[in-house]
T-cell receptor, first 118, second 111 residues
Framework: ETGVTQTPRHLVMGMTNKKSLKCEQH?????MYWYKQSAKKPLELMFV???????ENNSVPSRFSPECPNSSHLFLHLHTLQPEDSALYLC?????????????????FGSGTQLSVL | TQLLEQSPQFLSIQEGENLTVYCNSS?????LQWYRQEPGEGPVLLVT?????EVKKLKRLTFQFGDARKDSSLHITAAQPGDTGLYLC???????????FGKGTLLTVNP
């Protein structure tokens, strides 16, 4: 148990569907992240929020829409996805966005949502 | 964009064997982390190395950061089935959240 909970664990959707992924962290952290993990590719950072403000949008298509209503919750709204968007979507949190690895700060990941787009 | 190359991509060994996996880059990182991701779960941090030449041990796992801070290795002694998972390295340039991840080494330890 990492303190970061993602739902649903699995999701199958058609290209015309609208769905949302949810992430909740119970760690009192101020920064939250969405990552995409595809087969044979490195983890890709999608979005970063610090104190509910988006500080990074890593050239992600507009069919992915993040929402951070408070520092404990993060959503990823999905609309008209493509089959190539099928992947594991991971949420993470950290104490602050400008984490300092040299003093032991780190990312805490959720278990992910395995998304299949048909 | 800094790239991290991990090798081998796949490794299947028998319980009790030793192994080493590598993480290499042409770029210098201020610090580097190793994560393990078990099937159906997210990555979990194993260690952070910050000094060139640094060696850290975590039970049967030994991590080394290269002198030039461009590469790292993870050595596992007497591997166990519980070590099975995807081992990811991630490097940071400076002090920020923009970790660059490698593709990982998928390790299977057979009983």
């Amino acid at each position: 148990e990492t303190g970061v909970t993602q739902t649903p664990r699995h999701l199958v959707m058609g290209m015309t569907n609208k769905k949302s992924l949810k992430c909740e962290q119970h760690l009192g952290h101020n920064a939250m992240y969405w990552y995409k993990q595809s087969a044979k590719k490195p983890l890709e950072l999608m979005f970063v929020y610090s104190l509910e403000e988006r500080v990074e949008n890593n050239s992600v298509p507009s069919r992915f829409s993040p929402e951070c209503p408070n520092s404990s919750h993060l959503f990823l709204h999905l609309h008209t996805l493509q089959p190539e968007d099928s992947a594991l979507y991971l949420c993470a949190s950290s104490r602050r966005a400008d984490i300092n690895l040299k003093v032991g700060e780190k990312l805490f990941f959720g278990s992910g949502t395995q998304l299949s787009v048909l | 964009t800094q790239l991290l190359e991990q090798s081998p991509q796949f490794l299947s060994i028998q319980e009790g064997e030793n192994l080493t996996v590598y993480c290499n880059s042409s770029s210098v990182f201020s610090s580097l982390q190793w994560y393990r991701q078990e099937p159906g779960e997210g990555p979990v941090l194993l260690v952070t190395v910050v000094t060139g030449g640094e060696v850290k041990k975590l039970k049967r796992l030994t991590f080394q950061f290269g002198d030039a801070r461009k590469d790292s290795s993870l050595h596992i002694t007497a591997a166990q089935p519980g070590d099975t998972g995807l081992y990811l390295c991630a490097g940071a340039e400076g002090s920020n959240y923009k970790l660059t991840f490698g593709k990982g080494t998928l390790l299977t330890v057979n009983p």
